[in-house]
T-cell receptor, first 113, second 113 residues
Framework: GESVGLHLPTLSVQEGDNSIINCAYSNSASDYFIWYKQESGKGPQFIIDIRSNMDKRQGQRVTVLLNKTVKHLSLQIAATQPGDSAVYFCAENNGNQGGKLIFGQGTELSVKP | ETGVTQSPTHLIKTRGQQVTLRCSSQSGHNTVSWYQQALGQGPQFIFQYYREEENGRGNFPPRFSGLQFPNYSSELNVNALELDDSALYLC????????????FGPGTRLTVT
């Protein structure tokens, strides 16, 4: 079946440290991946995306790495700030399924001051 | 802010009743997707509308139905509500039939008693 899963349900880091959130996916045909941040009481907020023809993509303080060999995705947040505290979801989209996004369960990131 | 709006913010219904949720897409976006997010879980795809036609459906029963209007706003209708329908209902808009970047609204919290 199709699934996108996360290795760690919770992650606690010290302010200023780097955070790494991991995600495994099962559909080798997936060609697009997205990371979303969801704060309490809000909808998911787009962070960064990557297509399957790339291994790495960088944004502002965030980097997404894609390892297609082991079907693994990670989100790295540099110099983590208290405002980064939220639940982070990875999602995949197989082009054959139109606009359907398949989400993982989520990882809760807690940043300690 | 994504420019995607949803109404109402919160709603309480009784089992067996019917409910209509509304979504206005981001300006310039012609595609709306609906997701159900149970507490502590990732969003689950319900269906997507592209130019007023259903463009893909997830594993939800027929009592979940939708509409998209000429201005690309959308409705989600749920008949014969069940207790398990209690969830956050999210609407996401995107710029095309297979556009992968989806921008979410704040959601409607539905409680079925």
């Amino acid at each position: 079946g199709e699934s996108v899963g996360l290795h760690l349900p919770t992650l606690s880091v010290q302010e200023g440290d780097n955070s790494i959130i991991n995600c495994a996916y099962s559909n080798s045909a997936s060609d697009y991946f997205i990371w979303y941040k969801q704060e309490s009481g809000k909808g998911p907020q787009f962070i960064i995306d990557i297509r399957s023809n790339m291994d790495k993509r960088q944004g502002q303080r965030v980097t997404v790495l894609l390892n297609k060999t082991v079907k693994h995705l990670s989100l790295q947040i540099a110099a983590t700030q208290p405002g980064d505290s939220a639940v982070y979801f990875c999602a995949e989209n197989n082009g054959n399924q139109g606009g359907k996004l398949i989400f993982g369960q989520g990882t809760e990131l807690s940043v300690k001051p | 802010e994504t420019g995607v709006t949803q109404s109402p913010t919160h709603l309480i219904k009784t089992r067996g009743q019917q409910v209509t949720l509304r979504c206005s897409s981001q300006s310039g976006h012609n595609t709306v997707s609906w997701y159900q997010q149970a507490l502590g879980q990732g969003p689950q795809f319900i269906f997507q509308y592209y130019r007023e036609e259903e463009n893909g459906r997830g594993n939800f029963p027929p009592r979940f139905s939708g509409l998209q209007f000429p201005n690309y706003s959308s409705e989600l209708n749920v008949n014969a509500l069940e207790l398990d329908d209690s969830a956050l209902y999210l609407c996401a808009s995107s710029g095309g039939q297979t556009s992968y970047e989806q921008y979410f609204g704040p959601g409607t919290r539905l409680t079925v008693t």
